[in-house]
């Protein structure tokens, strides 16, 4: 039943995994003893692996592609015949951490690399003394990205392995390993020395040497199709490089058998780096294993110029600081560089820190500063500026005015311990317009709308200072609205609706249930006209009138003759309904029969043109229907004469 619960999880990393993963670009795998089982007599072992990604690395939305470690990952054991030992087992990650480099040289533009590696360990498992002892491997595809030195990069696959000592030599061993978890970043051009040495538990000989980096899985991520041993197949290095030469360079890459790295590359670029180190019985001068890893060197172009930079003028005017003068560092330098700020008080500073460097002085005043970055190197520059000190402006405004329809008052609060102010200037925040600006102390401006408006004041003074001081403010308004004119049959009542605001009043409150509301009912007979005041809680303002007229009705009133001639006084020809509540048409003929007007927009009517030009004075048939108040429909139809 183990074995079955067991073959399903596997099954199930299987299909999880079977996807490409552009990102693994280097790994180790290792293992530990830790006794033998009294019962069986089998030697009792735990698997590790280190697997290295690009940090940097983003799939993005591309097909399968992952940007992160798999867990768990299955990893497959061999004889030395090649004959595989049961189904793959898992490796779990057991933690994970982050590596960075910086290139870290005064004289060099620092360049940053970022890693992370996944620590995978597997159960204990347990394997009996055989002849030829037993192969571990983990295979996999696919490297990183744009690997300078080899093809293909992000179809090119893994393989990590280890070999377990049989009979007639040491199961009991430990493997070598690496413990090293850095990220080197070098600059093309400069030498490089750097110490991989590895680390043996049982302390046996060791010796290194560079070697061609394994190959293994395929384009797809199928680690159940590890092949067995022997180990032989080497990813395809781009001419000229090889695992003995793999980043080129004047002297090119070696290693010596303490696990120095040394050599001068001459091309920037990602570089995968494989190194050998076999381990050797003290005593038997037997070769108990070679352990491999892949590493990951980067190469910068770092050819830089030093530069000092800081502000050529500088003018200290705020009031906050005091004589707490802040300047900045702009210098383009090294990761270690040092800079030291000569002042003309006669005093001077040195820090390792591009961050904003504080000077503190005793007075106001006009003072020099010089600064020189990597003070004493070749790689060395200097610049020089003056610091205008005098502080003490304080900033502010106020503002009154709520109401769109009143004036807004601003007032310049501003005050300068150490100077004058010189010059004010106003925006009031209205976009598209540049008409909402002024200079004076206390200015006031009419917004034609309520909103919020972003306030700038900018204030200059004759110590050269500028500051701009900025502040939002909401102004609130109503718009009252108390509907259209309306003309009613007698009897007729109206529900009004008032609009734009919070608070209501109607006046007078003839005639009306509630004077108080938005939309009270109204049950008169004669003309009247209501002025409605709207107002919010803000205390905003504003009226509106709407007059009612009452006619015998049910009825359609239409006139029988109109004048367009542009004079203001009977230019339409409407008909105005009342006690009407739904118009079906109204439409004109011309005595040919030829439909000129079809609307129902009463309050607008025929203007007296046909197809864009003025109607002929003439008689016009017109016809009207609709359905009164209360429910009966009222057909209308007559002339009417157009004159001029």
Known sequence: MGKFVSLLIFLACFLSCTVNAYHIIGGEIFYRHLGINPNNGAHRYRIIMKLYRDGDFVCGT??????????PVPFSIFTATGRRLGVPRLLTIAHTASIRDTLKNPCLAPQTIYLEVAFYESEVIELPEIDGGYYVTYQRCCRGEALTNIYNSEREGSNFYTWIPGLGSRPENNSAFFDIEEAPVICAGLPLRYNYRATDPDGDSLTYSLCNAL????????????????????????????????MGGNPQLSIDNNGLITGTPNRSGKFVVSVCVSEWDRRTKRLLGTHQKDILITVYNCATRITASTPSTLYHCNDSLGMRVPITNNSVAGYTSRFLWYFSDGTDTITDSRNIFFKTFADTGVYTVKLVVNPGLPCTDSTTGRIFNYPGLRTGFTVQGVCRENPVFFTDTSTYRNGVITRRQWDFGVPGTDNDTSSLTAPLYRYANGDV??????????????????KNFRLYEVRPFAGNDT???????????????EIYRWSPGTGLDNPDVADPMLNWNEEITFRLRVSNPQGCVGFDDINVKYYTGPEFYIPNAFSPNGDGNNDFFRFIPVGIK???????FNRWGELVYNSLEFRKGWDGTYKGKPAAIDTYLWILEGLDLNGVKISKKGTVTLLR
Do not use: K
Not at 456 to 469: F, K, M, P, S, Y
């Open 453 to 470: 408006y972003t306030i700038r004041l900018h204030i200059q003074t004759n110590r050269g200072c500028d500051a701009t001081v900025t």
């Open 487 to 501: 003309i009613l049959a007698r009897g007729q009542p109206l529900r009004l609706n008032g609009q734009g605001g």
């Open 62 to 71: 591309r097909q399968g592609c992952l940007d992160y470690f798999e867990n």
């Open 215 to 246: 190959t293994g899985g395929s384009t797809r991520a199928n680690e159940t199709a590890a092949s067995p041993p022997p180990y032989n197949s080497y990813v395809s290095y781009i001419p000229p490089y090889t695992g003995a030469n793999p």
């Open 582 to 588: 739904e118009y079906y048409y109204f439409r004109i």
